[in-house]
């Protein structure tokens, strides 16, 4: 770590020397160099770590959308959670120091991994006196102590790369992801939230929740029941037929709403590996939903507020939308009228895929007999760009820490419809969402 940062230093100075010699678009040219080598130095760096470094590195990345180089927050975004599986001689410890030699008898625990992440890893296991197949994920020894040291680490190293503005405070970064890390590697607090969800969805048959078994798991030993399904991104999913796909579509979405508007919880990790299809014959294709380690609970204030945000969206009602954005302190009241238009606009782009049939519908284009055509939609790029203009306002603002790591799940959603390549509309499943009957 120390020689990552006085390497990022020395190319900082050393690119700032070269600057003095360069014309205005040749400098801007160089800085765009600048920032892309910066970050990807970064990310090879941090690809090659552990533990909550890494993860901190991708939580980091999320916020780096609002105060880091487009080029930065590019090959930030591309670190991935998969990474090289330690030795089983480092994890026996841990599962010796969590389960007591009866209940560890038990069990027939398979000491390749079939998973292995930047916090833990898991592995299949069975149990002997019924066949029951599990998995049992292990949390990486010293990960949890490590967690304060290690974000303060990389923001450190952040600043010294020089991709951070000077000006800008990153203190709720720092504590939002601190939260995040502390979450995610308390597997109490994941058994908690998994037992909520499969609660909650235990009577729709479209989802598929594991089942823990608390007797095999501790703080940081988690076994639950082995639940088999294919990627999102496999071919047996890409190629079912549209209407199933559809539907998987719509249990995307509809799970998000859910999870906000009604039960104030929500599975926060979008990432793809945390989704599995279930597929039988003769039944429709489900969706088998792993890892809550990233849950979190909003307040019933928040909830309301940014329902108001949405419904003015919806509605393409500026005075509805600002007055919500403003009680979850995403704007203010002092912020001048063009500020706060380009917000509207702003909200009014992100739900495009909401508006058929309305006085404000999406392109032309984008709409298809069944619905929005989500597979062929450039929404995100559309969006990013008018973000990234907001953010030069000198109103700008990092938003709530809650907005962060929601909207994460938003775009997840999102995302899972274009690689479905589906074509549906959402309007109806939105409004009732909202608790509206029009709009």
Avoid at 61 to 80: K, M, W
Avoid at 127 to 140: A, T
């Amino acid at each position: 770590m120390t020689r990552m940062g006085l390497s990022a230093g020395a190319h900082f100075a050393a690119h700032s020397v070269g600057n003095f010699f360069r014309s205005g678009s040749e400098r801007d040219e160089r800085n765009r160099q600048f920032y892309q080598q910066q970050a990807q130095f970064l990310a090879e760096q941090l690809g090659e770590l552990k533990g909550s470094v890494m993860k901190a590195g991708q939580m980091l990345s999320l916020y780096g959308q609002y105060f880091l180089p487009p080029e930065a927050v590019d090959v930030l975004s591309g670190l991935q959670d998969d990474t090289t599986p330690v030795d089983w001689s480092f994890l026996q410890p841990v599962i010796e120091g969590q389960l007591s030699p009866e209940r560890r008898a038990e069990l027939e625990i398979d000491e390749q991994p079939i998973a292995a992440a930047s916090l833990g890893q898991a592995h299949r296991a069975r149990r002997k006196s019924d066949g029951l197949e599990l998995v049992v994920k292990i949390q990486y020894p010293g990960v949890a102590d490590a967690i304060d040291s290690d974000v303060k680490t990389i923001v450190r190293l952040l600043w010294l790369s020089k991709m951070v503005p000077r000006e800008l405070s990153l203190d709720p970064v720092i504590a939002e992801v601190r939260d995040m890390l502390r979450r995610e590697v308390d597997y109490e607090h994941e058994a908690r939230a998994t037992q909520a969800f499969a609660a909650q969805l235990a009577d729709d048959p479209r989802f598929i929740v594991p089942q823990i078994l608390p007797e095999y798991s501790g703080r940081s030993v988690l076994t639950m029941t082995y639940e088999p399904g294919e990627p999102l991104r496999s071919e047996r999913v890409r190629s079912l037929p549209h209407d199933q796909r559809a539907a998987l579509g719509e249990s995307f979405i509809g799970l998000f709403l859910r999870e906000f508007f009604d039960w104030k919880m929500v599975q926060t990790d979008a990432h793809f590996g945390n989704y599995r299809v279930r597929l039988a014959e003769e039944q429709p294709p489900r969706l088998v939903l792993l890892d809550f380690g990233a849950t979190r609970h909003f307040s019933s204030a928040f909830v309301a507020g940014y329902r108001e945000v949405v419904a003015g969206a919806v509605e393409h009602d500026q005075q509805r939308l600002v007055a919500g954005a403003e009680s979850i302190g995403l704007m203010s009241r002092g912020f001048p009228a063009d500020t706060l238009k380009a917000f509207a606009e702003l909200c009014y782009t992100i739900v495009e895929p909401f508006m058929i049939g309305t006085a404000h519908p999406p392109p032309t284009e984008l709409v298809g007999q069944a619905g929005y055509r989500y597979g062929q939609t450039d929404l995100p790029r559309r969006v990013t760009q008018l973000m990234s203009r907001a953010a030069l306002s000198r109103y700008f603002r990092i938003p709530p820490r809650e907005i962060v790591f929601l909207h994460r799940r938003m775009a997840g959603a999102f995302i899972a419809q274009t690689v479905l390549d589906v074509e549906w509309d959402a309007r109806d499943l939105v409004l009732r969402a909202l608790g509206d009957s029009g709009g």
